[in-house]
């Protein structure tokens, strides 16, 4: 089909009223047909259409033809004319509405950055805003593997780079790795740093990954066709990358922070329990039964994720309470049993000066409370105790129950589950003791063993 | 026959939208331009589009206008209007609520959410 039609182009008005005017002012029969030598339209033909025909014609395209006398000729200059103006104009049209594209592209990639969105759908999304407004065949992205310091697929449509695969980047994606700069290459083969693939591409463009100083990767798209590559082109990809590199490092940052926050609430929770080594790794077990419970309970991600935590962190409060009376032998005294309850109030007071820990206070302070009303530190009652200490009452009751302590042996897990049914409703939410009798307890309890870095033997 | 209108002052944004929208007039639908909100409203009275594309910053009458006197005071509601606004006018959104308009759309716009709503709205 020509890149103008001239039936579309007659149908602009102010083409219309010149053409009008022009065979008015001509007085002579004419008519225009196109390519097909359809009739588009004609002036003062009888019948039979007038004999001399010119052509009209773009580029050595012919659109279609003007009969008439020899003055025809002068309609058929015109709507030649006519059919390059347009063509101009939607050549440059086309380009427009490309840039706008990209522009729509940068402002919505802009405006959607995930603040701590996993590395793989960073890429992801990449690769979708890439197809929007390159052409090209294959994708992949490197990404550093910072501890084998090797480039590794971490994305790619492309047979010649298995995703996973580990990559010592040769030809122009070593010369972009090492100059850090951007490159395009057209029919590829007559490069001299190009080297043999298993699928052959015609034209590619490399660039890095880089957030400020720092090289992340590559992302690397190629065209088997024979398709040229622009300058626009590169700068798009690096405008694109660059956006996506400094994504990723964000979500490496942010995942670095959260693991070394983990880390800390984890070692404050083993050094305390450290000072009371018979409980051998009674925070674990806890943290893992009540996990289990929540997820019976079907809690979302992130209120698990805050179970978890309150969990690791129930006894912290024990670090307040003096030696002589946590590692007491034998019965507590009505002052050392105050002293012991005191840990649920440390626990809150240490919690406050951690504004990520705030929301867990609750589970923490509250994981003495009673169903009933008769528990402490506040003898709530029901729904007013907060549900992730609902659930660590009923985990660490029946772990206290079940481990061995110095004054006492441990139940064996059937009278444990016994006294569970039995205080269900006084001493525990019976929906959560419900919910604790449909976890595999075995699994969590051994789910905590291989977890522990001091792990008691089994007794 | 569907019709869609699309008003702006400005001739460029006018060409924008039917480059992006002619690939529709293969499946039959017609397009229609006006530059100014008086024209808009003439032919929305005399062809009653499906679609109208309306900038919203036009000299003498706005969108706003346009989109007010289709929707209520003629009771065209079953027009689809879509007001189109400059980035940042984010707060003109209430008054195009409040005009009845059924979408808005922040320019630039990506040409290929316009083409698919227009699809989508004309159902072809």
Redesign the interface.
């Known amino acids: 089909m020509p890149p103008v039609l001239l039936s579309k182009l007659l149908k602009k008005r102010q083409l219309a009223a010149l053409v009008a005017d022009l065979a008015a002012a001509l007085a002579c029969p004419l008519a225009i047909l196109d390519a097909e030598e359809n009739l588009l339209q004609s002036f003062a033909v009888s019948d039979a259409l007038p004999l001399k025909r010119f052509t009209v014609s773009l580029q050595g395209t012919q659109l279609g033809w003007v009969c008439g006398d020899d003055k025809a000729r002068v309609l058929a200059a015109i709507l030649g004319y006519h059919a390059e103006l347009e063509l101009e ?2 050549e440059l ?2 380009e ?2 490309h840039k ?2 990209e ?3 940068l ?2 990639m802009a405006e959607h950055v995930p603040s701590c969105a996993e590395t793989e759908e960073i890429i992801e999304r990449l690769i979708e805003s890439l197809h ?1 407004v390159i052409t090209f065949d294959t994708v992949t992205v490197l990404l550093f593997d910072h501890e084998n310091e090797i480039l590794k697929v971490s994305a790619s449509d492309d047979e010649n780079f298995p995703v996973g695969s580990k990559i010592m980047p040769t030809g122009i994606m070593e010369t972009v790795w090492h100059s850090g700069k951007g490159e395009l290459v057209n029919d590829l083969p007559q490069d001299p740093r190009f080297t043999e693939l298993k699928t052959p591409a015609y034209s590619l463009i490399c660039t890095p990954l880089r957030s400020k100083e720092t090289m992340t990767g590559l992302i690397r798209i190629s065209s088997r066709q024979t398709l040229d590559y622009t300058a626009e082109d590169l700068k798009l990809l690096t405008t694109l990358s660059t956006q996506a590199a400094v994504q990723v490092e964000n979500a490496t940052l942010y995942r670095q922070l959260k693991d070394s926050f983990y880390t800390m609430v984890y070692t404050l929770a083993e050094t305390i329990e450290m000072r009371d080594p018979y409980t051998g790794n009674h925070t674990k077990r806890v943290t893992e039964y009540s996990l289990a419970i929540g997820r019976v309970l079907k809690l979302s991600e992130y209120q698990l994720n805050r179970l978890e935590l309150s969990a690791v962190l129930h006894d912290v409060g024990k670090i307040g309470v003096p030696d002589t009376v946590l590692l007491k032998q034998g019965p507590l005294d009505d002052d050392e049993f105050h002293q012991i309850k005191q840990h649920t109030r440390y626990g809150e007071e240490i919690l406050h000066r951690i504004p990520q820990l705030y929301d867990i206070i609750p589970g923490v302070k509250s994981h003495h409370e009673r169903f009933d009303g008769r528990g402490y530190p506040e003898g709530l009652q029901g729904d007013e105790i907060d549900i992730k200490a609902r659930i660590i009452a009923v985990a660490d009751t029946f772990d206290a129950m079940t481990t061995d302590r110095p004054y006492r042996r441990g139940f064996p897990f059937e009278e444990a589950y016994e006294e569970l049914r039995k205080n269900a409703g006084t001493q525990f939410d019976p929906a959560i003791v419900d919910a604790f009798f449909e976890i595999d307890v075995m699994e969590a309890y051994f789910a905590a063993r291989t977890k522990s870095d001091y792990a008691t033997v089994l007794k | 026959m569907s019709k869609i209108l699309i008003v702006d002052d400005e001739p460029h944004i006018r060409y924008l939208l039917e480059l992006t929208l002619e690939e529709l007039e293969d499946d039959g639908a017609e397009l229609l331009f006006a530059e100014n909100g008086a024209i808009a409203l003439e032919i929305i009275r005399a062809e009653q589009p499906q679609l109208v594309l309306l900038d919203v910053m036009m000299p003498e009458m706005d969108g706003f206008t346009v989109c007010d006197t289709v929707k209520n005071e003629l009771a065209m509601k079953d027009i689809y209007i879509v007001l189109l606004t400059a980035k940042g006018q984010e707060l003109d959104r209430n008054k195009g609520e409040a005009a009845g308009a059924d979408l808005y759309m922040t320019k630039p716009f990506n040409p290929d959410d316009v083409l698919e709503l227009a699809r989508k709205i004309l159902n072809i």
């Open positions: 104009r939607r049209g086309a427009t509405l706008y594209k522009i729509a592209l402002y919505s929007q």
